[in-house]
Structures are given as C-alpha cells and as structure tokens.
C-alpha cells in the first residue's frame, strides 16, 4: 500500500562526457574567432563533442551507471527513470533504452524535455513522486547531444555547445527531507529568444493533399536577450526561494548555475553576495551541455569531496522557453 514520504534523499551521482575534445583553438579555424575572444566573453576553452557511435542513450546510460554504483543499490530496487533531455536520439524518447541498458526492468522511465532548465525540472518532479509514496528509488538523467543541433557556422552560438551526461540517484525517505524547497518559473512569450525549431519543409502526400516533413533547424539564438534574462530573473528566483524557506546566502555552502556562460555565473554570484569560492564552475572544460549541465557539475564536486555529506547547495536552471527555476537541496 502506497503511503505519503516526508521527502527526499541524494544518495549518488555519476556523469559521462566522450572523449572528443574541440578547443576554441580548433573552433578558430573554421570560424573567425580566437581562443582569447571566446574565454573573455564565455569563459569556455573548450568542449566535448560525441562521435558517430555515441547517442543520449549510450551517454545517459553510462552516467546513470556510475550513480547507481555509488549507491550500491541492486538495479531491481529502481522503481523511476527521468530523463532531461532535448536531443534525443529517438524522438519518441530515449530514457525506456537507458532503462533497457541498466536492466532496471522495474523501473517506469520517460522523457523531459525543457532544455537548459531540464534537469532541474527533472529532479522536482521525480522527487514528487517519491514524495507521493508512488515509487522508492529514482535516477534523474540530465543529458544532451548538442553538437547535432548547432550551426558549426556560425561562430555566435558554436563556440558555446558541448555534449555530456550526469545523473543523480534519489530515495523516498519518511524522515526528513532534503529537497527543502523549489521555484520554477515559464514566460512563452520569450520563447523565441533560444530555441530549436521544426525547419516545416513543405512536401505533398497526393494531390493537394500537403504536410510539413519532419526535421529540425540549428540552434536559434539570441545571446544578449539570454543574457539579460538570466542575471535578472535568476537572482530574483533564487532571493524568492530563500525567503519562502527562511535561508540566506550565509547558511548555503554552494551556488550551483546551469553552466551557460561565466560571465552569467558572476553576475549572479554577486547579486546573491556569493564569494567566488563558493561558485561551482567547470565551464571552461565543458561548454553548455544544456540538461547536463548541472549533475555534471554535482558529480564532479562530490567525486573531488568539494561537495560534502550535508554541505547546502542552492542551484538554478535556466534557458529555453523561456524557463527558469531554483532548488535548495542538502546532499546526503
């Protein structure tokens, strides 16, 4: 018989990036760029880049499976898999093959799709479910293939994408709760900002009978729109949160950002009155993973022990949709 959890607990992590390695040095020689224009105003020096026989599953997967290692937790015991992502490699929804790889044959798994803010959104929602009392055991996935999506053309918005993979492993408990609270915000109407969109090839069937034939356009951007937005509605949500749960900036050991550009990360980081050392960055090495952004981050601090049993981390994501949000969580 299902029953109501008090909450949530953080039990482990894992991330996954290939091995291809693109330097702004290498980017420079396809485009006019250079490697010092690109860490000035991003703060990247440079991203990973998928090969041919690598997918969102295949990264999903792995990242799922080094989380689930550090828990220990028998594969059987998985009750949820959520999957954050906007590149999947099969449209109809790439998390069921993650659970097919892991043998989580117990688990329910679907698709997320709310690009740079998908994970965030991912781990609110799975943890509602276990919240609920509806399952025990949940992975969140935050993974995307960017490099399939950009115009590696147009120096704009190519020096700014990477692909990579993280995941958090997550327990329903009745004793305490360590997601202490979350804001999550959507304006439509700035949508156009940054997205993908369908490219809408007009073709016919018979006669005049026509349809739009499927396929996607490249990444659609405007940096500086994507930028204003950010360093003013992130700080916002984040100030938002910590008054409805009675926190401060003083009480949190960790600013954990979708890591979109450093620049972004500063400016955040100064209105929230957070000393640099307490900014989590590993941008310059990544790029913009979009949905992976975020575990990536978490998996790396917690592997390295920057991030600690207990330690207080406040974290946002941010992007296409145009939405946001925010999340307190104490990790353990």
Known sequence: MNFKQIGVSFKGSGSYVPNQILTNSKISNKVDTSDEWIKSRTGISQRRISGLEESVTQMGYKAAMSAIQMTKWDIETIDLIVLATS???????????????????????????????????????????????????????????????????????????????????????????????????????KGSFLNLPSNKKKDSIIDNIEFSSGGFSPIQMNGQEVYKFAVREVPLIIQD??????????????????????????????????????????????GNTSAGTIPLMMDEAIRKKTIKQNDIIATSGFGAGLSWGAALIKWG
Not at 89 to 100: E, R, V
Not at 110 to 132: E, P, R, V, Y
């Open 241 to 286: 949160l910590f008054k409805k749960v009675n926190y401060n900036s003083d009480k949190v050991d960790w600013l954990l950002l979708h890591q979109a550009n450093q620049r972004i990360l500063d400016s955040v980081g100064d209105k929230l009155k957070f000393s640099k050392g307490k900014i989590l960055s590993n941008l310059q090495n990544y």
């Open 87 to 189: 590149t999947p490699n099969d449209l109809f929804g790439s998390a069921p093959g993650i659970q097919a790889k892991l043998g989580a044959n117990n688990a329910v798994a679907f698709d997320l799709t709310a690009a740079c803010s998908g994970f965030l959104f991912a781990l609110i929602t799975a943890s509602q479910f276990l919240k609920g009392g509806t399952y025990k055991r949940a992975i969140v996935i935050g993974a995307d293939q960017m490099s399939s999506y950009v115009d590696w053309n147009d120096r704009r918005s190519c020096i700014l994408f990477g692909d990579g993979a993280g995941a958090i492993a997550i327990e329903a408990t009745n004793e305490f709760d360590n997601l202490i609270g979350f804001n999550m915000r959507t304006d439509g109407r």
